[in-house]
Each structure stands twice: as C-alpha cells, then as structure tokens.
C-alpha cells in the first residue's frame, strides 16, 4: 500500500513563506498526478494545485495562482507545493493527495491522501 507522508508546515507572519514536502512511499507514484488540498475550519476541503505524472503539467486555483508554485522530484518521490505571499486566509490543513488519473481538481478522482500539516498564517 501507499504511504504519503506531509511536512513543513508551521506557524508564519503574513507575507511570509513555507515549503511543504509530501514523501511517497510503499509504492511507486512516478505515473500518478499529485495534488494538493487545504481544508480550513468549519469548511469544505478545496484544491489548492496538481501537478501531472510528467511534471509538465500543473494546475492552480485561482485564489493561489502567482503566489503558490507546486513541483515534483522523481526521485526520491517527493512533492513540494512552494506558498509565498502567504495571506491569514491561506490558513488551512494541507493535504497532499495522489490521482492514477489525469491531472484534476477533483478529490473524488485522488486515491492516497496523506494526514495533512497545519499552516497558519497569522495577520
């Protein structure tokens, strides 16, 4: 079974800057579009951006595009979701996600999620 496992979040002034990490493991995702989703308190999860199996291609939503840029490292299976400018409404659970699919927006077509870190941006 796959494993996804997030790091880097914290605690960050406005304006400030994190890296999440999202290892996977158990399996090999080289083939599988990776995502990103943020949940905050009392609302629904949302995406945030994908990225396809290649890396070619990446999607972003629009309340992130410009300020967020998400990548992916073959090798060792990692992908990182890079947030600059970061605003108190970007405060959220991040989870990082995996898709057998095509690149999308949609939770409902991602099949591994990981446990989520907390970001917080403070105003």
């Known amino acids: 079974q796959g494993q996804l496992v997030e790091s880097g979040g914290g605690l960050v002034q406005a304006g400030g800057s994190l890296r999440l990490s999202c290892a996977a493991s158990g399996r090999t995702f080289s083939n599988y579009a990776m995502g990103w989703f943020r949940q905050a308190p009392g609302k629904e999860r949302e995406f945030v951006a994908a990225?396809?199996?290649?890396?070619?291609?990446?999607y972003y939503a629009d309340s992130v595009k410009g300020r967020f840029t998400i990548s992916r490292d073959g090798a060792p299976n990692t992908v990182y979701l890079q947030m600059n400018s970061l605003k108190p409404e970007d405060t959220a659970v991040y989870y990082c996600?995996?898709?057998?699919?095509?690149?999308?927006?949609?939770?409902?077509?991602?099949?591994?999620w990981g446990q989520g870190t907390q970001v917080t941006v403070s105003s």
């Open positions: 990225i396809s199996w290649s890396g070619v291609r990446v």
């Open positions: 996600a995996a898709s057998p699919h095509s690149i999308s927006d949609d939770p409902s077509r991602y099949t591994y």
